[in-house]
């Protein structure tokens, strides 16, 4: 069936370092969207990506969809306290999303 | 906009009885609402995809009898889970999709504990 792996499942870093999650699929992917759940809470919409080769940045974020649209990364720069969560990759079919496991990001201060 | 709310946000029951959660869209009409089950450091598990007006459609390994889902209004959507056990204990989530889009707004989510 459909998923979408995602790499690491956990990530420690240093404040102010840099982190990245990656997701692969499979199959080709329609779109991908990307999800930010804060410890204790719901999943927030971060993005949604739907051309090959795409490039985003909202301020310290940075997304990108693979060529094959087949893998997708997520690219925090300068990581703060506030990055704290989990981050999960998604395939929005027509009828549901499938999430991958997400990666768990811990900043040490 | 495109809030949705959940109620209640935790509730502690005894095993064997039921559970109701409520799912409402506050700021729009969402044809289509999805229940997730996320158990602790897990990611985000599919139960069943509810239609306005229309039976819910269940995953694979959800038992429909267990986990009534009624999908009554274009803005309310309810998961009750009947005869509750200690290992259904955990976070449930609701959320709902915006007409003619891919995107979905979560609600707060559930802490369901049952003792």
């Known amino acids: 069936g459909q998923q979408v792996m995602q790499i690491p499942q956990y990530q420690h870093v240093q404040e102010g370092e840099d982190f990245t999650t990656y997701c692969n699929s499979s199959?080709?992917?329609?779109?991908i969207q990307w999800y930010k759940q804060r410890p204790g809470g719901h999943p927030v919409f971060l993005i949604q990506?739907?051309?090959?080769?795409e490039v985003k940045k909202q301020k310290r974020l940075t997304f990108q969809f693979g060529e094959a649209k087949k893998n997708s990364s997520l690219h925090i720069t300068a990581t703060q306290t506030t990055d704290v969560g989990t981050y999960f990759c998604?395939?929005?079919?027509?009828?549901?999303?499938?999430f991958g496991k997400g990666t768990r990001l811990h900043i040490l201060p | 906009g495109a809030v949705v709310s959940q109620h209640p946000s935790r509730v502690i029951c005894k095993s064997g009885t039921s559970v109701k959660i409520e799912c409402r869209s506050l700021?729009?009409?969402?044809?289509?609402m999805f229940w997730y089950r996320q158990f602790p450091k897990q990611s985000l598990m599919l139960m069943a995809t509810?239609?306005?007006?229309?039976?819910?459609?269940?995953e694979q390994g959800v038992e429909k009898d267990k986990f009534l889902i009624n999908h009554a209004s274009l803005t309310l959507s309810t998961l009750t889970v009947t005869s509750a056990h200690p290992e259904d204990s955990s976070f449930y989530i609701c959320?709902?999709?915006?007409?003619?889009?891919?995107?979905?707004?979560f609600g707060p989510g559930t802490r369901l504990t049952v003792l």
């Open positions: 959320s709902a999709r915006v007409g003619g889009t891919d995107t979905q707004y």
């Open positions: 199959t080709t992917l329609s779109n």
């Open positions: 990506l739907v051309k090959s080769g």
């Open positions: 998604a395939d929005p079919t027509d009828d549901k999303i499938i």
């Open positions: 700021d729009f009409q969402a044809t289509t």
């Open positions: 509810s239609n306005e007006g229309s039976k819910a459609t269940y």
